[in-house]
């Protein structure tokens, strides 16, 4: 069992910055592929990146790439995502996810830890 708490959402007005976090503890979790996902209001949880055990594949959502950054710091057993140039469409709650193996994907139903989610709410 890999468990995950997100934070670091928040208001920030259109153009800002955030960093979410995303720390993780259980069952060897440095050895578990990485995501994040959000879900918007009345929409379906999508994808927004994706990380590989040892950080060395990552990949983006279109819609949040060069803007966003997806990183870890496996000493800390930590995942962060780093949100640039936020617009109004970036909002949504933010979920962190894990998979039971070490290659990044794309795919909600691939993972099987999920995080509560933190709330990021972009003002325009």
């Known amino acids: 069992q890999v468990q995950l708490v997100e934070s670091g959402g928040g208001l920030v007005q259109a153009g800002g910055s955030l960093r979410l976090s995303c720390a993780a503890s259980?069952?060897?979790?440095?050895?578990?592929?990485m995501g994040w996902f959000r879900q918007a209001p009345g929409k379906e949880r999508e994808f927004v990146a994706t990380?590989?055990?040892?950080?060395?594949?990552?990949s983006y959502a279109d819609s949040v790439k060069g803007r966003f950054t997806i990183s870890r710091d496996n000493a800390k057993n930590t995942l962060y995502l780093q949100m640039s140039n936020l617009k109004p469409e970036d909002t949504a709650v933010y979920y962190c996810a894990a998979r039971s193996t070490t290659a990044a994907g794309l795919r909600a139903w691939e993972y099987d830890y999920w995080g509560q989610g933190t709330q990021v709410t972009v003002s325009s």
């Open positions: 990380i590989s055990w040892n950080g060395a594949v990552t």
């Open positions: 259980g069952r060897t979790p440095s050895r578990n592929a």
